[in-house]
């Protein structure tokens, strides 16, 4: 039976004190697997931005600011919701007692309420970089990192309830758990759905409506680049009409890594909620083979497997993070990052068939941009 924070919110009592241990073991495996990934994948991140920090001695761009929040919140899923999770599978019943079970209750859904609304500052902070550059010139540093610090303090109070809703309770004659108590009817149910809203839900919507303006911005700009490159085909080379005036290479790799992660999210969590649905709301759920099998108790497990995969679409998309960790284990202090040089000026050239005014504008949104 797995001990997931929310999957095990019934607050029936187990006839027995047993399990299934060749079903423990895949647990145990699987968490393992989960968090070392997560541990080692998000450290080297964290490495990394330290590296180009140190020696470039440069400032975070915007982007770099989220991922930097980013991989801070899916280490905090590893060490705050797989690490207690795997203790306690380890152990079977929980042996922490009352006051270690609130504070794991309470930390256990942080870093995914914070990962969740971190890609969502994140996504409007891109949509409005490229849906509204001009108006984003005006939008200062400062405002993107009070969403993400409104992110961290809103991740904070939605994890709250977690210490009213679990106690460490005598759920059979001498067996204590850390175990989830609805005194209403409908509390179970009003708090998984609740849950699946805030966690999922929401950000899901609005993932989804910013990165659909944000395609569609790309592909309008990108055809209008083209109607200008073939007016001007006679004037302009082949790489400078491979150039867009308006919307970077550089920014494309940007928002084609952000669509990954966010891509990858939704599919990490489709399963995990579905599934916490289905159990909650369907009355036969319980008696049914899927419920009992090893599948849902997997599948249970999985709510924090998209914490492990960000770093390395980190690492794949972004040649800069590359050097910087290849040149920290070479022991090399005295080297150039070329790649967020080069996506600079990227997005500062211009093709010379553009107009001069399309040319200054689009130097001081690409500036704005990559701030």
């Known amino acids: 039976m797995s001990h997931d924070w929310n999957s095990s919110l019934s607050s029936e009592w187990p006839p027995d004190d047993v399990r299934d241990e060749y079903l423990a073991r895949w647990e145990i495996a699987v968490l393992t697997s989960i968090f070392l990934t997560t541990l080692i994948g998000n450290s080297l991140v964290l490495l990394a931005l330290y590296t180009r920090r140190r020696y470039q001695r440069r400032k975070f761009t915007r982007m770099y600011f989220f991922i930097l929040h980013l991989s801070i919140a899916d280490l905090l899923t590893g060490l705050l919701d797989v690490l207690p999770q795997l203790a306690w599978d380890i152990t079977f019943r929980f042996q922490g007692g009352a006051v270690l079970c609130k504070l794991i209750k309470f930390g256990q859904p942080f870093g995914l309420y914070l990962s969740s609304y971190i890609l969502t500052v994140t996504a409007?902070?891109?949509?409005?970089?490229?849906?509204?550059?001009?108006?984003?010139?005006?939008?200062?540093?400062?405002?993107?990192?009070?969403?993400?610090?409104?992110?961290?303090?809103?991740?904070?109070?939605?994890?709250?309830?977690?210490?009213?809703?679990?106690?460490?309770?005598?759920?059979?004659?001498?067996?204590?758990?850390?175990?989830?108590?609805?005194?209403?009817?409908?509390?179970?149910?009003?708090?998984?759905?609740?849950?699946?809203?805030?966690?999922?839900?929401?950000?899901?919507?609005?993932?989804?409506?910013?990165?659909?303006?944000?395609?569609?911005?790309?592909?309008?700009?990108?055809?209008?680049?083209?109607?200008?490159?073939?007016?001007?085909?006679?004037?302009?080379?082949?790489?400078?009409?491979?150039?867009?005036?308006?919307?970077?290479?550089?920014?494309?790799?940007?928002?084609?890594?952000?669509?990954?992660?966010?891509?990858?999210?939704?599919?990490?969590?489709?399963?995990?909620?579905?599934?916490?649905?289905?159990?909650?709301?369907?009355?036969?759920?319980?008696?049914?083979?899927?419920?009992?099998?090893?599948?849902?108790?997997?599948?249970?497990?999985?709510?924090?497997?998209?914490?492990?995969?960000?770093?390395?679409?980190?690492?794949?998309?972004?040649?800069?993070l590359r050097t910087a960790l290849t040149n920290f284990f070479c022991r090399k202090k005295d080297y150039s990052l070329t790649y967020d040089i080069d996506a600079r000026q990227n997005a500062l050239d211009v093709p010379s068939s553009t107009s001069p005014f399309i040319s200054r504008i689009s130097r001081l949104i690409s500036s704005k941009i990559f701030e």
């Open 124 to 320: 409007i902070d891109r949509h409005y970089a490229i849906c509204y550059p001009f108006s984003y010139c005006g939008i200062t540093s400062r405002r993107s990192k009070m969403m993400v610090y409104g992110a961290w303090m809103l991740a904070v109070i939605l994890c709250i309830p977690q210490i009213f809703i679990f106690s460490y309770t005598e759920i059979s004659p001498g067996v204590w758990e850390c175990w989830a108590t609805f005194y209403l009817k409908y509390g179970e149910r009003a708090y998984i759905t609740w849950y699946s809203i805030m966690q999922f839900l929401l950000p899901f919507i609005v993932l989804v409506y910013t990165y659909t303006r944000i395609c569609m911005s790309i592909w309008t700009s990108s055809k209008m680049s083209g109607v200008v490159d073939l007016k001007r085909r006679n004037k302009a080379s082949f790489s400078q009409r491979n150039r867009d005036p308006l919307i970077s290479k550089a920014m494309i790799n940007t928002v084609k890594q952000t669509i990954v992660v966010v891509t990858l999210y939704i599919i990490t969590n489709i399963p995990f909620i579905g599934c916490e649905l289905w159990a909650t709301w369907d009355p036969k759920a319980s008696t049914s083979p899927f419920f009992t099998g090893a599948a849902f108790t997997i599948l249970s497990l999985l709510n924090s497997l998209t914490s492990c995969v960000n770093p390395w679409i980190y690492f794949a998309f972004n040649k800069e």
